[in-house]
């Protein structure tokens, strides 16, 4: 089985049929599966390619949601490495009792600005621009008046 955690954040089953025959050497990824990371199910490591020279802080989490995620799979013992091919480093990532604790905070959190009527402000930085996110916060938007 082949694991993946897709652009909605959910965990993807595959098959070793599904794998090899909706994902190798297509262009497109099958069910949302983005290419930067992948499940290697013998050695229980989630591997996250980073295609920019710049380590953050929320790369580290975003692996740990992904362990938090087979956690919740109950596949336990799940490692992760953030790979940085730019850079040619490579970064251990491990999930703690600790970290479980600051990731159902940080989800809380997440969960009030999703759920709220106003949007945060926005943060008027130079690396917005880069965010993936980016429409979601320079879009204009429009309001029945």
């Known amino acids: 089985m082949f694991y993946y955690v897709n652009s909605g954040l959910e965990l993807?089953?595959?098959?070793?049929?599904?794998?090899?025959?909706e994902f190798l050497g297509k262009a497109t990824t099958p069910k949302g599966i983005e290419p930067n990371h992948f499940?290697?199910?013998?050695?229980?490591?989630i591997h996250e390619i980073k295609k920019s020279s710049a380590k953050e802080e929320a790369h580290v989490w975003q692996v740990k949601y992904y362990i938090y995620l087979f956690e919740k799979e109950?596949?336990?013992g799940v490692k992760g490495v953030l790979e940085y091919?730019?850079?040619r480093e490579i970064v251990s990532v491990n999930f703690e009792d600790e970290d479980r604790e600051e990731l159902k905070s940080m989800m809380?959190?997440?969960k009030k600005i999703v759920e709220g009527e106003m949007c945060p402000p926005r943060l008027l930085k130079k690396r917005c621009s880069q965010c993936s996110y980016f429409e979601f916060c320079y879009a204009a938007e429009e309001c029945d008046v």
């Open 12 to 21: 993807i089953t595959l098959t070793t049929q599904e794998f090899i025959s």
């Open 39 to 45: 499940y290697d199910p013998q050695t229980k490591v």
């Open 74 to 76: 109950e596949i336990m």
């Open 85 to 87: 091919p730019l850079l």
């Open 108 to 110: 809380f959190e997440i």
